[in-house]
């Protein structure tokens, strides 16, 4: 794991990573390279989770799917009526990254890496995004806004965060 990760910095790939597995022996974390600010990464550094957190909003979704508590086919405004979902979007569709939700580009988000340590509610996050004018349903289009919008319905619909949600469900 350690030759790999030291390989993607050799690379270029990137300036550091850090990796943790928890076995039945015990957990073991490992880190290679440096921070944004040139420091050195610890095993028990902290990084951003990235897309990795998509797969957790899915899953929890799917499981109230299943328990009845959330119909993927129905409009997302149903649950949570907000101007970026209001084209009539569904959670498969929001999921699926096939919502026309339009993505605002990286440029209103740049303080995410100039102040990493700032913390941004979704209500913030969202800000930026445009009201959806595409209808849903059609292409793929990669967009972080997606699954914001996901949370916030899960929040909805089980009267807590899209993290104790997650926490309480699949842990």
């Known amino acids: 794991m350690i030759a790999e990760m030291q390989s993607w910095v050799d690379k270029g790939l990137v ?11 015990g957990p073991l974390s490992a880190a290679v390279g440096a921070d944004g600010q040139g420091k050195q990464l610890q095993g028990t550094s902290g990084m951003a989770l990235g897309h990795l957190t998509q797969t957790f909003v899915a899953a929890e979704a799917l499981l109230l799917a299943e328990q009845g508590k959330l119909d993927l086919d129905v409009p997302a405004s149903t649950y949570v009526p907000i101007r970026q979902i209001d084209n009539g979007a569904t959670m498969r569709q929001l999921l699926a990254q096939r919502s026309g939700v339009p993505d605002p580009g990286s440029k209103p988000y740049v303080s995410l890496y100039t102040e990493p340590d700032a913390h941004w509610s979704t209500a913030q996050a969202l800000a930026p995004v445009p009201k959806s004018t595409a209808p849903p349903g059609g292409g793929f289009s990669e967009n972080a806004a997606n699954y914001l919008l996901a949370g916030l319905v899960i929040d909805k619909i089980t009267g807590r965060s899209t993290a104790a949600a997650i926490d309480g469900d699949l842990w």
């Open 15 to 25: 300036p550091g990573a850090t990796a943790a597995v928890v076995s039945p022996g």
